[in-house]
C-alpha cells in the first residue's frame, strides 16, 4: 500500500507564491520519477514538472523559469515552488510518484491540492 500526502495549496495572489509539499508512505522502494500534475475544472490533467531520480528536470513551457521541482529522496518527498503565479495556474495540482515493480513502472497519486490565484 503507498500513499501520498500533499499539502501547501491555497490562496494567493496575482505574483504570490506557494510551495507544494508531497510525501510518500507505506511500501515505498524503487522510487523512479516523481512529478506533478494540474488539472483544471473541465480540463484533462496535464504534466507541469517531472523529476527523474538522477535529478532531471522537466518543465511544461508555461512554468520554466516560474516554478522549480525538487526532491528529497530520503524522505520520499516531492516539492513545487510555485513563483510569480497567474490566475491561469490555478487547478487542482497532484503530485505523481512511479514505483519501478518486477521491473514495470507503477504510478500512485496524491489526493489533490488546490491552488487559487487572485487576479
Known amino acids: 500500500q503507498v500513499q501520498l500526502v500533499e499539502s501547501g495549496g491555497g490562496l494567493v495572489q496575482f505574483g504570490g507564491s506557494l510551495r507544494l509539499s508531497c510525501v510518500a508512505s507505506g511500501s515505498i522502494f524503487n522510487i523512479n520519477n516523481m512529478g506533478w500534475y494540474c488539472q483544471a475544472p473541465g480540463k484533462q490533467r496535464d504534466l507541469v514538472a517531472l523529476i527523474t531520480t538522477g535529478g532531471m528536470t522537466k518543465y511544461v513551457d508555461s512554468v520554466k523559469g516560474r516554478f522549480t521541482i525538487s526532491r528529497d529522496n530520503a524522505k520520499n518527498a516531492v516539492y513545487l515552488q510555485m513563483n510569480s503565479l497567474k490566475p491561469e495556474d490555478a487547478a487542482v495540482y497532484y503530485c505523481?510518484?512511479?514505483?519501478?515493480?518486477?521491473?514495470?513502472?507503477?504510478?500512485?497519486w496524491g489526493q489533490g491540492t488546490q491552488v487559487t490565484v487572485s487576479s
Open positions: 505523481d510518484v512511479q514505483l519501478i515493480r518486477l521491473g514495470f513502472p507503477h504510478e500512485f
